[in-house]
C-alpha cells in the first residue's frame, strides 16, 4: 500500500506544480515565463524521485509503468494499481488547480498548437527518448541514488523546453487526464493517452536492440 499512497502522492506534486506553473503564467500574462516552466516540470520530477524512488520507483507515468512490465523489470500484476494511483493523483491535482486558478482557461491542460497527426509523432517521440533514458538509469522497483533524478529531470526539462510550445510535452496520460477533467479541453486527449504509451514501448524494444537484453530485463 506504502507504494500505492508513494504514486499517488508524486504524480499529484508532479501535475499540481507543473501545470500551476502554467496556469501562473496564463493568467499572469507570462510572468514564468517558458523556460521557467520547463525548470519546474523538470525539477519536480526530479524531486519526487528522490522523495519516493526508494519506495515506488517513483514511476509517475502509466507508461512508464506498463514499459517497465514490458520490460520485465516490474510485475504486470502491480500495473493496474500503479496506474490507478497515478491516475487519482492526477486527478486530485486537478481539482487543486480548477480551486486555486479559476481565471485560467487550461489549468495546464495539453492542448497542440499544429496539426494533430504531427503532434501525434512528436508524443511518440518524446515518450520514447523520456523512456531511454529511465530504462538505463533505473531498476524499475526502485530509483536508488543521484544519476536517476537529475537524467530523468533533465529529459524532462529538455523536452518541455523544445517540444512545450507544440504540444505541451506531456509524456504522460495521467498528466494530460488530469487538467482534461477540469478544463474540458477533451478534443485532442486521445493523442496524450496512446502515443506516450507507444513511445516508451518503443524505448524498451530498441534497448534489447542495442544492449545485453539481460539488462533490458532487468537481470543485470
Same mark, same amino acid.
Given at each position: 500500500m506504502k507504494r500505492y499512497i508513494a504514486e499517488l502522492i508524486g504524480t499529484f506534486s508532479m501535475v499540481f506544480c507543473g501545470c500551476a506553473a502554467m496556469s501562473v503564467?496564463? =493568467?499572469?500574462? /507570462?510572468? @514564468?515565463?517558458? %523556460?521557467? =516552466?520547463? =525548470?519546474?516540470? /523538470?525539477?519536480?520530477?526530479m524531486g519526487m =524521485?528522490?522523495?519516493f524512488g526508494d519506495i515506488s520507483g517513483a514511476h509517475l507515468n502509466p507508461a512508464v509503468t506498463v514499459a517497465f512490465a514490458y520490460?520485465?523489470?516490474?510485475?504486470?500484476?502491480?500495473?493496474?494499481k500503479y496506474v490507478l494511483a497515478q491516475l487519482v493523483g492526477a486527478t486530485i491535482a486537478g481539482a487543486f488547480l480548477w480551486f486555486?486558478? %479559476?481565471?485560467?482557461?487550461?489549468l495546464g491542460s495539453t492542448v497542440p498548437s499544429f496539426?494533430?497527426?504531427?503532434?501525434?509523432?512528436?508524443?511518440?517521440?518524446?515518450?520514447?527518448f523520456l523512456m531511454l533514458v529511465i530504462i538505463n538509469v533505473s531498476t524499475g522497483a526502485k530509483e536508488i541514488g543521484i544519476i536517476a533524478g537529475i537524467a530523468i529531470g533533465g529529459i524532462v526539462l529538455l523536452e518541455a523546453m523544445f517540444a512545450g510550445p507544440m504540444t505541451n510535452a506531456s509524456m504522460n %496520460?495521467?498528466?494530460?487526464? /488530469? %487538467?482534461a477533467i477540469f478544463s474540458g479541453k477533451w478534443e485532442p486527449i486521445w493523442i496524450y493517452l496512446t502515443a506516450p504509451f507507444i513511445g516508451?514501448?518503443?524505448?524498451?524494444?530498441?534497448?534489447?536492440? @542495442?544492449?545485453?537484453?539481460?539488462?533490458?530485463? /532487468?537481470?543485470?
Open positions: 503564467n496564463e =493568467i499572469t500574462a /507570462g510572468s @514564468v515565463t517558458h %523556460p521557467g =516552466i520547463a =525548470i519546474t516540470w /523538470g525539477l519536480i520530477v =524521485i528522490y522523495a520490460a520485465k523489470k516490474f510485475s504486470w500484476r502491480e500495473v493496474p486555486l486558478f %479559476p481565471e485560467s482557461e487550461f496539426d494533430y497527426f504531427r503532434a501525434f509523432i512528436l508524443e511518440i517521440l518524446l515518450a520514447f %496520460p495521467a498528466r494530460s487526464l /488530469g %487538467p516508451a514501448i518503443l524505448a524498451v524494444i530498441s534497448c534489447k536492440l @542495442v544492449k545485453d537484453e539481460q539488462c533490458c530485463d /532487468g537481470q543485470c
